[in-house]
């Protein structure tokens, strides 16, 4: 093939080829490279093949059987990979439910598993199907229980008549609390004033004490008698009983 001389005017054209070269080196290389990621056809599994060794897992089944029928079969390896359920009312389980059923499958229990030495097989007991609900609460019961709780709603309903007597700080404050029918609240000046008020003080102060003596001596007799105030001194006084032949010697001796 004669090559093409490259002249001025074909050079552009040569650079173009040159860059699509050069791209579709660079494609193939990393084309071969990035099979390394993959697998081969030898390597992989058709569906028909995948089926065929899930198929081979060995899976346990149910089977519901009659005490009669358990009690004639023996536990062999026909019977692996089985779960063989049994009315618990013929084993003599204690239930409150008829359609408990006891759970036994087959297990291995000595043998090598060689012509000479087969295994042996026994039964096995796993469990039941009873369901207890002793531990839990029935609706009733619950129903019984939170009867005696106040629900959201309701709370919200007490709470709302509390929310103006709640300060900024979530607090109970007396400034927002009004006076009730029976219980008042004190102001402060009210309470200043209270607390000035001496221990025992009574409120009615004696200031005299008026004592009317009737005449004595030559004017005895006469219907009029002469009427005296005696000043407390210190907002205090002590009154004494006194008869009239006392009352008479006190102003007798004060004349």
Do not use: C
């Amino acid at each position: 093939m004669k090559e093409k001389l490259l002249t001025l005017d074909n050079l552009a054209e040569y650079k173009q080829k040159s860059e699509v070269e050069l791209l579709a080196r660079g494609y193939v290389t990393n084309t071969v490279n990035n099979l390394t990621n993959y697998y081969l056809k030898t390597q992989t599994y058709t569906k028909t093949e995948v089926d065929g060794l899930l198929s081979a897992i060995k899976q346990f089944t149910y089977e519901s059987i009659t005490a009669e029928q358990f009690q004639q079969l023996t536990p062999a390896a026909s019977t692996m990979n089985k779960i063989y359920l049994v009315p618990a009312s013929s084993t003599g389980h204690t239930s409150n439910a008829s359609n408990v059923k006891q759970e036994y499958i087959t297990v291995i229990s000595g043998g090598s598993g060689t012509e000479l030495d087969p295994y042996t097989y026994a039964w096995e007991k796993i469990g039941d199907t009873e369901i207890s609900l002793s531990g839990y609460v029935t609706t009733e019961t619950l129903n019984s229980t939170l009867q005696d709780y106040v629900t959201t709603s309701s709370l919200t309903t007490i709470l709302e008549g509390y929310q103006t007597k709640i300060d900024s700080s979530h607090k109970l404050s007396a400034d927002l609390i009004s006076d009730g029918t029976t219980n008042k609240v004190y102001t402060g000046t009210e309470q200043t004033k209270l607390s000035n008020i001496e221990t025992g003080a009574q409120v009615n102060v004696i200031e005299s004490i008026k004592v009317d003596v009737a005449p004595s001596g030559s004017n005895e007799g006469t219907d009029s008698a002469t009427s005296y105030n005696i000043p407390v001194t210190g907002k205090e006084g002590l009154l004494v009983v006194a008869s009239n032949a006392d009352i008479d010697a006190l102003f007798s001796s004060a004349s």
